[in-house]
């Protein structure tokens, strides 16, 4: 298992590539019930943003110092030893050739990333 942790970077692959919701909303209520103080039972799942989404958070809450992102996919990453994690697959920053990985869940939360509009 930790080969799989070691080699699960975001490839070319990927781009284009989303989570089916109905498989996201599943592991939402697993989450809800196995940790209920972090994933608040009746809070509903997340949408997914659609590729091409910008996103942006600010280094250390501080507003001088964004950090930009766009979203080009999404799937469940192997986090730790113990279990999938939803991930946005994006290029950070934007004009990077570098694919790299934002928590799903963070999009829309305080100090969170937020969408550009």
Request: hydrophobic residues 35%; negative net charge; aromatic residues 12%.
């Given at each position: 298992?930790?080969?799989?942790l070691a080699?699960d970077?975001p490839?070319?692959?990927?781009?284009?590539v989303?989570i089916?919701q109905?498989?996201?909303?599943?592991?939402?209520?697993?989450m809800?019930?196995?940790?209920?103080?972090?994933?608040?039972?009746?809070e509903?799942?997340?949408?997914?943003?659609?590729?091409g989404?910008?996103l942006?958070?600010?280094?250390?809450g501080?507003?001088?110092?964004?950090?930009?992102?766009?979203v080009?996919g999404?799937?469940?990453k192997?986090?730790f030893?113990d279990?999938?994690?939803?991930?946005?697959?994006v290029?950070?920053?934007?004009?990077?050739?570098e694919?790299?990985?934002i928590?799903l869940?963070?999009?829309?939360?305080?100090?969170?990333w937020?969408?550009?509009?």
């Amino acid at each position: 298992m930790f080969s799989e942790l070691a080699d699960d970077t975001p490839k070319a692959s990927d781009i284009g590539v989303f989570i089916a919701q109905p498989e996201l909303e599943e592991w939402w209520e697993k989450m809800q019930k196995d940790l209920p103080q972090v994933f608040t039972p009746g809070e509903s799942c997340p949408q997914q943003v659609s590729r091409g989404t910008k996103l942006r958070a600010y280094f250390d809450g501080d507003k001088s110092k964004p950090m930009d992102a766009v979203v080009l996919g999404s799937k469940f990453k192997l986090e730790f030893a113990d279990g999938k994690y939803p991930m946005y697959v994006v290029r950070y920053p934007p004009q990077s050739r570098e694919l790299s990985y934002i928590h799903l869940t963070t999009v829309g939360e305080e100090d969170g990333w937020e969408v550009v509009k």
